[in-house]
């Protein structure tokens, strides 16, 4: 069945460092892909999405590409900032889902220190 | 943001009582779902709706049931609580997306419900 994996937290750095989060999923066909942020106390928000192959999703100055040959969407920032702090979901939307149902991540916690 | 709100925001209850949670929109979105957030589990999905009067189950649905009368409002009951329904329960909707089928889900503010 559909599934992601997403990179074991939590996950430290100072501000300005380079953050990766690791997401790789199983789906049959062709999924769309999200990742969604949970500040503290708070909902999941939307961050990026892609839909097909080779897409590009970003917001924030985060990116992630769809790659349908590693079955990847690794998250990507250049330069964290405190205010980044928070539970990142990966999570995918199969292509024939009629209904929208979402598979997630277990999530990752993010601190950024100053 | 979506206009989604949830109640009660927390809640303590004790083992073997019924316990509804409400989820309440005002975008007038077709989808609904209840999640629930445990450590180490991400989100899982207990029950959907794809309009009114119309649901269905999802992955961890046992012990769960909902209502569904009214485009806004989706009702999540727990007949009689136990300690593993202890989480943090999220409601989401999700409008029409280009092909007719549901777009991009946005989530509600959480439930954090505790049963001892």
């Known amino acids: 069945g559909d599934s992601v994996t997403q990179m074991e937290g939590p996950v430290t750095l100072s501000e300005e460092a380079f953050l990766t989060i690791n997401c790789t999923y199983t789906?049959?066909?062709?999924?769309?892909l999200f990742w969604y942020v949970q500040y503290p106390g708070e909902g999941l928000q939307l961050l990026l999405k892609?839909?097909?192959?080779?897409d590009k999703g970003s917001n924030k100055g985060f990116e992630a590409t769809y790659r349908k040959e590693t079955t990847s969407f690794h998250l990507e920032k250049g330069s964290v900032q405190v205010s980044d702090s928070a539970v990142y979901f990966c999570?995918?939307?199969?292509?024939?889902?009629?209904?929208?149902?979402?598979?997630f991540g277990r999530g990752t916690q993010l601190t950024v220190w100053p | 943001d979506a206009g989604i709100t949830q109640s009660p925001r927390h809640k303590v209850t004790e083992t073997g009582t019924p316990v509804t949670l409400r989820c309440h929109q005002t975008e007038n979105h077709r989808y609904m779902y209840w999640y629930r957030q445990d450590p180490g589990h991400g989100l899982r999905l207990i029950h959907y709706?794809?309009?009114?009067?119309?649901?269905d189950k999802g992955e961890v649905s046992d012990g769960y049931s909902v209502s569904r009368s009214k485009t806004e409002d989706f009702l999540l009951t727990l007949e009689s609580a136990t300690s593993s329904q202890t989480s943090v329960y999220f409601c989401a909707i999700s409008e029409n997306g280009l092909a007719g089928g549901p777009g991009e889900q946005y989530f509600g503010p959480g439930t954090r419900l505790t049963v001892t």
């Open positions: 999570a995918l939307r199969g292509r024939g889902s009629t209904l929208g149902r979402l598979y």
């Open positions: 709706s794809y309009g009114v009067k119309d649901t």
């Open positions: 789906a049959t066909g062709y999924p769309s």
């Open positions: 892609a839909t097909k192959a080779d």
